[in-house]
């Protein structure tokens, strides 16, 4: 099954008002979906939906779980996962950079029990669910605001979500710790993050690991649906994204920076895990920027 692979929450581009996070209202985005949002993933992106009313089911790799209000459904980056929602949803879905937050880092990278998504329910947490959820409406309404230390604000609120849920699951001292698949594609993805502009092979990531490339692929099909292939080169591929979008870098220099060995070969790729050439990705992509930002002007 051909998995998309979403660049927020369900969208296929960036277009956040703030590149490490994007808040919005359950309803305004899976209403256009007829509220059931399809198996997807964020390969750079951590996410929070609270639901504070409404019912539905959480589409997740250890399976369906059924919400009950009010609750948090976390999805770290990478897993795969989908939504179905009752037309009288109400929550927010918050969708960041974990690398922005020190506490993102922390809890969704080094701590394996935020590492897969969960759905946490807010009914057995006393004082500290009323708390979190006036958090979670901060965290709205500074999104939506223009004050001073917006970003600050964003931040604090952010990490305090973070933190209050890494305490509500921790586990304790006789939990089950993961599968050895898990833990074998998180300490992949540690070194894609650190190598990937050097193009290793599959197979120098499986000397890496210790393991055999079968292995090491055995692994990766289990948990991601991916090759080991697909998923090195995916994080490539976000990374040429980004820099096609954000930076004024040519083709050329972004192909090298990457490790291509040469701007049509990183175009050849590109291509085939987007539908799109660079050139073509990066107008479309600022165009709709701009279009963004001449609305947010107009309302203004």
């Excluded at 930076?247 to 070969?265: K, M, P, R």
Aim: charged share 25%.
């Amino acid at each position: 099954m051909n998995v998309p692979t979403y660049n927020l929450y369900g969208e296929e581009s960036g277009l956040q008002r703030e590149f490490w996070v994007h808040c919005e209202t359950i309803a305004a985005r899976s209403s256009g979906y007829r509220w059931e949002i399809g198996l997807h993933r964020h390969e750079s992106f951590l996410q929070f939906l609270y639901i504070r009313d409404g019912s539905g089911d959480a589409l997740l790799p250890a399976g369906t779980v059924i919400l009950k209000p009010p609750c948090v459904i976390v999805i770290p980056p990478g897993p795969v996962h989908g939504f179905r929602f009752s037309p009288d949803i109400d929550g927010f879905v918050i969708t960041l950079v974990p690398e922005r937050l020190g506490a993102g880092r922390r809890l969704s990278g080094e701590a394996p029990w935020f590492a897969d998504p969960i759905v946490v329910s807010l009914a057995n947490m006393g004082g500290a669910a009323g708390y979190l959820e006036q958090t979670f409406l901060r965290i709205a309404e500074e999104y939506e605001g223009e004050r001073p230390a917006r970003e600050e604000m964003l931040e604090t609120h952010i990490a305090t979500v973070i933190l209050m849920l890494g305490r509500e699951i921790t586990p304790g001292p006789g939990a089950q710790l993961p599968d050895l698949h898990l833990k074998r594609v998180r300490k992949l993805k540690d070194l894609i993050a650190r190598h990937h502009r050097e193009q290793l092979t599959v197979e120098a990531y499986a000397r890496l690991l210790g393991l055999s490339a079968t292995h090491l692929n055995r692994s990766t099909r289990h948990v991601t649906g991916m090759s080991t292939h697909d998923l090195i080169m995916e994080r490539s591929i976000d990374e040429a994204r980004r820099a096609l979008v954000f930076t004024e870098y040519s083709i050329q220099h972004i192909a090298e920076n990457l490790g291509f060995s040469d701007a049509a070969y990183f175009s050849r790729c590109f291509r085939k895990r987007t539908g799109m050439t660079p050139r073509s990705y990066r107008e479309g992509e600022r165009a709709k920027l701009r279009n963004k930002e001449g609305e947010a002007s107009v309302n203004g």
